[in-house]
């Protein structure tokens, strides 16, 4: 059941009529709670299991953690990260260790077989194990006291509008807002249904209907692609990868709203950073905050030494490559990603002190160099195999005008839209889109809004599954 | 940058008027497209993609013991009137082909699925049946169709089908109604485009009115592309296609599906060049030979080849009906 569904627009209008009901918040709890396992279940529901495994194993585990001290402490801990990954691991990662082992016994001369299994990836499984396991983090670190309630922290790991591809959210941020019913409904309703439009037009007709088809035209014909197709394939797929995934952020961000709930902003306009450090506070920041507060500096973040340091980048980016999915290719563009971190500190220690990267024309060159280079590891990311992506990034470093798998229009439309996706980063770089939006004169708005919903409806383009998904 | 979302966190819009405001813009905008696109006579129409094929392919499994399933590529789609043909045998008929593509990959579905017991008619246009060995032609095309339906839940059938209704309903819905197809026509020509030449319907039963082809597409256009694409039957990978072809035969065989292979007609320079590289005493000779099944030659139905296109590969849409029936005959005379 994707939000971009008419079948997701009928669920959510039952559950918003029930929730908007005068029953007791207990009662609204409990709805938006079986609400949010139907909706799970509607894609596989023997998967459901999996969401109340981890949710009963961090529940217990917090409790018991919160009871104890030292080694007993730590055990419950332990036992809460090995379930969850666990979990992550046999799901997620099953086939690609197998794949790996075989590679590896083959190199060492030991022929090996193992019987071929079907290991379906549960929808959602990152993002919820990660959640549920950050609370089981913030309890043994004292930084929250376990949830009173199992049924509160029951929808904080099941709460349909973010459930399966986030925001991730931490538990002493939603569980509070679980504690009383105080909402402005009106209010937010208005502004949670701009929201959801806002989001779909992003997904519906930027990223499926006009950059999708691009990006399929150049990665699914690498081999026949000129450099400009490449550029533009690539930049294409920039555009569709932020649009899919903030379309899909500012709808949960909505959906929840009209329910009366806050959920973090995901993106803060992120091909306006200026350098990486930057980027990673910008693009997907409930992962990489998740990634900063629990791994980095679990690894002892920047506390011990340069080199530790740098070591500790990498690896945090290495493994947040593989949490995007099971391929040696996630691993490359997270490595990438590590490397660029490092070098960056590298040249902040260099010339960190000269007053010219400090100008706004540098900030400006630097931002603009971020971006390119932040392009050129979407290939690793959208790539089709290492062959595909070799040779694409081949073509893309031998300069030659024409196009030979694009058109015209196709490369008209890329750069339009990038010009202005950059242009809207650059101009939101330090505002806030809730603030600047509403700012706007109210019939301002409404106009915007009913452009959005005409270009919706008038792109009926095939139904396409938001990218994070598959992760 | 703050992380709020909250309405609450600063000054509102009047939303009631924001609203009013949208929706209505909303519904006269959409509505007067509706008004002008039918009255352009771009009336509703279905988009022949992996959603489309799915729904037939699911319809195909509630008649899984009586269902007449259509296996090709486009020559069989452009010339089986699924509702004449359905008719005449007073059994469903399941459109399942797909332009452009081997179907090696539907006859695998086929004889996987213990739910299919009907009878299955299996076009061979040459230089599609046997991609598989050819990284030419697309192949993936209607494996990734296969994989979309097999991997469809329930939810996701019942969104298929209300997508569906809507498309069959709505003139803005329809693929040539898009804005994308739009906008460049009224841009050029200040007109809204005419009708694709293709049109689809809800069976997947594809038209295509060749009057409105460019000139260039035409027999010789064809015949370069089967030149350039069609790999020669004397390849020693035929030879493992045709095992391959025979082991789903036979899994078919078992469980009772009666299976035709059917060589739809071709003329002039397409013709011509298939008779060169598929000779039929030794390409379809050995397939006749090696797999149990009934087999149709067009070549042994003269009248059929009255009915083809300019291009030389397809039946033109204003005889379907006419050429159904005479396959339909066809079929008849090999007991079915």
């Known amino acids: 059941m994707a939000f971009n569904s008419l079948i997701f627009l009928i669920f959510f209008a039952v559950v918003l009529g029930l929730h908007s009901l005068p029953l007791r918040w207990q009662i609204k709890k409990t709805n938006l709670l079986l609400a949010s396992y139907v909706f799970y279940a509607a894609w596989n529901p023997p998967f459901v299991l999996l969401l109340w495994i981890s949710t009963l194993t961090d529940w217990f585990a917090a409790r018991r953690m919160a009871e104890s001290e030292g080694g007993r402490k730590l055990v419950f801990l332990i036992m809460s990260i090995a379930v969850n990954l666990g979990l992550l691991g046999y799901f997620k990662y099953g086939h690609f260790i197998e794949e790996n082992f075989l590679v590896l016994m083959s190199m060492l001369g030991v022929e090996y077989e193992i019987s071929p299994g079907n290991i379906i990836l549960p929808l959602g499984i990152s993002f919820y194990t990660f959640q549920s396991m950050s609370y089981s983090f913030d309890v043994y670190r004292k930084q929250i006291r376990p949830a009173d309630s199992m049924l509160d922290f029951a929808l904080y790991v099941s709460f349909f509008p973010q459930l399966v591809a986030g925001p991730i959210l931490r538990a002493g941020f939603f569980l509070q807002q679980l504690a009383e019913d105080n909402r402005e409904r009106v209010a937010d309703l208005g502004w949670g249904i701009a929201l959801i439009v806002v989001g779909m037009f992003e997904k519906v007709v930027l990223a499926d209907g006009l950059l999708a088809p691009v990006v399929e035209t150049v990665y699914g014909a690498t081999a026949a692609s000129s450099s400009t197709d490449a550029w533009i394939g690539t930049l294409a797929f920039a555009g569709q990868i932020f649009f899919d995934f903030n379309g899909y952020s500012v709808i949960a961000v909505g959906l929840a709203l009209c329910l009366g709930f806050k959920l973090p902003w995901n993106f803060l306009s992120p091909y306006a950073a200026v350098g990486f450090s930057d980027f990673w506070r910008r693009w997907h920041v409930t992962l990489s905050s998740w990634l900063r507060d629990y791994l980095y500096i679990s690894l002892g973040g920047n506390r011990r030494g340069k080199i530790r340091t740098y070591g500790n980048l990498l690896l945090t980016m290495l493994l947040g490559g593989l949490w995007h999915g099971a391929s040696w290719l996630f691993v490359l563009w997270g490595g990438a990603h590590g490397l660029l971190l490092v070098l960056e500190r590298l040249a902040l220690h260099l010339f960190g002190g000269v007053g010219f990267f400090k100008s706004s024309l540098a900030k400006f060159f630097i931002g603009i160099l971020t971006f390119l280079l932040v392009c050129l590891t979407w290939v690793l990311f959208r790539a089709e195999n290492l062959d595909a992506a070799r040779q694409l990034f081949a073509v893309m470093l031998q300069p030659s005008v024409g196009l030979a798998v694009t058109n015209l229009s196709q490369v008209l439309t890329v750069l339009g839209i990038t010009a202005s996706l950059l242009g809207t980063h650059w101009f939101m770089r330090n505002r806030e889109f809730s603030v600047t939006l509403r700012n706007l004169p109210w019939p301002a708005i409404g106009l915007i809004l009913a452009s959005m919903i005409v270009a919706i409806l008038l792109s009926p383009g095939e139904e396409r599954d938001f990218i994070y998904f598959e992760f | ?336």
Do not use: C
Request: proline letters at 5%.
């Open chain 2, 1 to 336: 940058m703050t992380l709020s979302t909250s309405s609450s966190d600063s000054a509102q819009p009047p939303w009631h008027k924001v609203w009013a405001v949208a929706l209505i813009l909303s519904l006269v905008v959409v509505g007067s497209w509706e008004t002008l696109v039918r009255q352009a006579n771009l009336g509703p129409e279905y988009n022949d993609n992996r959603s489309l094929w799915a729904n037939a392919r699911h319809t195909l499994n509630d008649h899984g013991d009586n269902a007449i399933a259509l296996l090709g590529a486009s020559r069989l789609q452009y010339a089986v009137d699924v509702q004449t043909m359905s008719d005449a045998f007073e059994r469903p008929v399941i459109q399942l082909s797909v332009e452009g593509t081997s179907a090696l990959a539907l006859l695998e579905n086929l004889a996987a699925d213990p739910r299919f017991r009907g009878t299955l008619i299996y076009s061979i246009a040459p230089a599609f049946s046997f991609s598989s060995i050819h990284p030419r032609i697309e192949t993936g095309k209607q494996r990734e169709w296969v994989q979309h339906y097999l991997g469809q839940s329930r939810s996701r059938r019942m969104e298929q089908s209300m997508r569906l209704y809507l498309q069959g309903l709505l003139a803005f819905r329809s693929p040539d109604a898009q804005l994308t197809r739009v906008l460049p026509s009224v841009l050029n020509t200040g007109s809204l485009p005419d009708r694709d030449q293709k049109t689809t319907f809800a069976n997947r039963v594809l038209h295509k009115d060749y009057s409105k082809l460019s000139a260039d597409v035409d027999e010789l256009g064809m015949a370069q592309f089967y030149l350039e694409n069609s790999v020669p039957y004397i390849q020693p990978e035929f030879a493992v296609v045709l095992n391959y072809m025979n082991t789903l035969v036979q899994l078919l065989r078992n469980k009772g599906v009666d299976v035709y292979f059917v060589r739809l007609p071709s003329s002039a320079e397409v013709k011509l060049i298939e008779s060169v590289l598929f000779p039929r005493p030794t390409f379809w000779g050995l397939m006749e030979q090696r797999l149990d099944a009934r087999f149709i030659h067009a070549d042994d139905y003269p009248e059929m080849a009255g009915f083809m296109s300019q291009d030389g590969s397809h039946v033109d849409s204003q005889h379907i009906v006419e050429f159904t029936t005479l396959l339909i005959g066809a079929l008849r005379e090999n007991q079915l």
